[in-house]
């Protein structure tokens, strides 16, 4: 995914590695059958009386329903794909970006506190808000609609807890 195997360090493993909660794609992809829809009625209400002006309409209706799929649905789903979180043995990867890459690593050793909140609608979806709290210079990061919060949690809690024991994997 967002961490290839070649960037691993010598005794590094990856524990888990995935996208933000699918619930992100559930607006682009309302937008997309709203649009879809509303542009196929409006083409197909175009009065064929008007001749080759009725062409031009259903050309512009088209050109105009796909910049707002590009812009409504598109982005927000490669935002959504090209956002991963990879947890090893080691750091946990923060990856964002679609054209230009942002990468952030906290180091294992580094975290202080692993909370989680969870609304009610995320409780039920099983996502919800991961906060680690690190001793560096950013302090906090807030990472929001993480799919499986409370496992999550838990393997960074257990791989911080390792780390401070100087174990790793356990041992």
Same mark, same amino acid.
């Given at each position: 995914m967002t961490l290839p195997d070649h960037h691993l360090t010598q005794?590094?493993?990856r524990v888990r590695s995935f996208h933000p909660h699918w619930k992100r794609?559930?607006?682009p992809l309302l937008a997309l059958v709203l649009i879809a829809v509303a542009s196929g009625v409006a083409i197909f209400f175009v009065p064929a009386e008007w001749g080759d002006n009725a062409t031009y309409v259903r050309l512009g209706i088209g050109v105009i329903a796909l910049i707002l799929l590009t812009i409504w649905s598109f =982005?927000?789903?490669?935002q959504w794909k090209n956002t991963g979180y990879v947890l090893t043995t080691h750091r946990f990867t923060i990856s964002t970006g679609v054209l230009n890459k942002s990468t952030d690593e906290i180091p294992i050793t580094k975290v202080n506190t692993v909370s989680s909140d969870q609304t009610f609608p995320e409780r039920l979806l099983g996502c919800g808000t991961l906060t680690v709290e690190s001793a560096s210079d950013?302090?906090?990061? =807030?990472?929001?609609d993480i799919p499986r919060?409370?496992?999550v949690r838990t393997e960074l809690f257990r791989l911080v807890e390792d780390a401070s024991d100087g174990e790793v994997d356990g041992r």
């Open positions: 005794g590094e493993r794609l559930v607006v =982005v927000p789903y490669l950013r302090g906090e990061i =807030v990472l929001r919060i409370q496992e």
